[in-house]
């Protein structure tokens, strides 16, 4: 959990008032580092905004999929279009997909979070008795 807090305290905004955006990669962080930020970041602005390029779309559905079946968001907007880049290889430019999804806490966010904090507390209790 440390470095997810390391992560919301580093992370490079790249829109002023885009604070709740996470732009994923699929090759950079795992999956459930995503999704935990995710919710740090609806706990701290009731939405996040994921967003991606190219092969990381399917991460980002991924993730999102995660958040809407275990109860912890709804999707409230999804954005796609294409994006003019440079080809690093070549110097060309060429187009790339993106997707930007939109997900606001559900009713029962805090309540799942609570839970879910509890059960962690619970554990580490339960190892340090053994």
Same mark, same amino acid.
């Given at each position: ?8 305290? +580093?992370? =490079?905004?790249?829109?002023?008032? *885009? *604070? +709740? ?16 930020? =995710? ?30 079946? +275990? ?9 796609? =279009? ?15 997909? *993106?997707?930007?999804? /939109?997900?606001? *806490? ?5 309540? /799942? ?16 008795? =053994?």
């Amino acid at each position: 959990m440390e470095e997810i807090t390391e992560a919301v305290q +580093n992370i =490079s905004i790249t829109d002023a008032h *885009k *604070k +709740n955006r996470i732009q994923v990669s699929n090759t950079k962080k795992p999956l459930f580092f995503y999704v935990n930020l =995710s919710k740090r970041y609806m706990q701290q602005h009731n939405e996040v905004e994921l967003s991606a390029l190219g092969m990381a779309i399917a991460t980002v559905v991924t993730i999102a999929e995660i958040l809407k079946n +275990n109860g912890f968001a709804v999707e409230k907007k999804i954005m796609t =279009s294409t994006v003019d880049m440079k080809d690093e290889s070549r110097g060309r430019p060429i187009q790339k997909a *993106k997707i930007e999804i /939109l997900l606001e *806490k559900t009713d029962k966010f805090d309540e /799942l979070m609570a839970a879910a904090a509890e059960e962690r507390g619970e554990l580490a209790d339960g190892e340090e008795h =053994s």
